[in-house]
């Protein structure tokens, strides 16, 4: 998969965002094949929570900011059927938001860098048409994806409870 980024104020220079999403889309791409498909684009801006808050108002009737916005492009059967080598398809696209995330990662004791490795999974996951909101077992399927992919990149269970 090839990422197209987009990095804006606040997002602190220092880190290397492009990087980290990368790594953390490469090992996603390790326990969720279909992601792993060389056709396939994501476009993703760190942003702010203002941009995010627009965002998510103009899409999705909530007038506040959140962590991470996805916004897919293909259904799942869509993109479970696209071969490896096939034309140019574009996934979605994702919003992170910087004072949500570090506020969060704050919170939880972690740091910002593993905090957005960890929503770049959760939100790459939903553009691959999987959804937490839709059951028990959907969201216990993307926690384990996510757990897995983390583990991978050396980031702990960001659930605490999952035993893999």
């Known amino acids: 998969m090839t990422l ?28 969720a094949p279909e992601l792993a498909k060389e056709c396939l684009s994501t476009s993703m801006i760190f942003t702010s929570d203002a941009e995010v808050q627009v965002l998510n ?28 080598d096939g034309p140019p398809e574009l996934l979605g696209d994702i919003a992170l938001a910087y004072e949500t995330c570090a506020r969060e990662a704050m919170d939880k004791g972690i740091a910002l860098a593993d905090h957005a490795s960890h929503l770049i ?35 702990a269970d960001p659930y605490g409870d999952h035993h893999l």
Not at 4 to 31: F, M, N, Q, Y
Not at 57 to 84: H, I, Y
Not at 123 to 135: C, K, M, R, T
């Open 57 to 84: 108002a103009e899409w999705r009737g909530k007038d506040k900011p959140t962590n991470v916005l996805s916004f897919p492009m293909l259904a799942r059967e869509d993109l479970l059927d696209l071969p490896d």
């Open 121 to 155: 999974i959760h939100g790459l996951l939903h553009l691959a048409g999987l959804d937490h909101e839709i059951s028990e077992d959907d969201a216990r399927q993307m926690e384990i994806l996510e757990i897995k992919a983390l583990a991978l990149i050396g980031i």
């Open 4 to 31: 197209e980024i987009d990095i804006e104020a606040p997002w602190p220079e220092s880190t290397d965002w492009e990087a980290l999403a990368a790594r953390a889309a490469g090992a996603l791409s390790v326990v």
